[in-house]
Nanobody
């Protein structure tokens, strides 16, 4: 069992930056791939980024590539999402998730956090 708690969301102007954190409970964090997803009002949950258990492999959605960076610190049981050059279309609730593989579909993850709101004003 893994429990995930996101933090770091908030209101930021377009062009600004935020860093999201996702703290995991349990001693098996380092064995899980981690993903970030987001969901805007009226839209489906969409893939943002994923990272392998070791951090050696990282994957990004085209919409965020070059602006967002996913990383993890297994000693701290935490995964991060650094978001730069934010756009109004990045506004959504952001969720972290844990699973066996760093896949791009929500169904590939077993555990989810409660989400953190990110709002980007124009």
């Amino acid at each position: 069992q893994v429990q995930l708690v996101e933090s770091g969301g908030g209101l930021v102007q377009a062009g600004g930056s935020l860093r999201l954190s996702c703290a995991a409970s349990g001693r098996t964090f380092s064995s899980y791939a981690m993903g970030w997803f987001r969901q805007a009002p009226g839209k489906e949950r969409e893939f943002v980024a994923a990272i392998s258990w070791s951090g050696g492999s990282r994957y990004y959605a085209d919409a965020v590539k070059g602006r967002f960076t996913i990383s993890r610190d297994n000693a701290k049981n935490t995964v991060y999402l650094q978001m730069n050059s934010l756009k109004p279309e990045d506004t959504a609730v952001y969720y972290c998730a844990a699973g066996r593989f760093p896949v791009r579909v929500p169904g590939g993850y077993d555990y989810w956090g409660q989400g953190t709101q990110v709002t980007v004003s124009s």
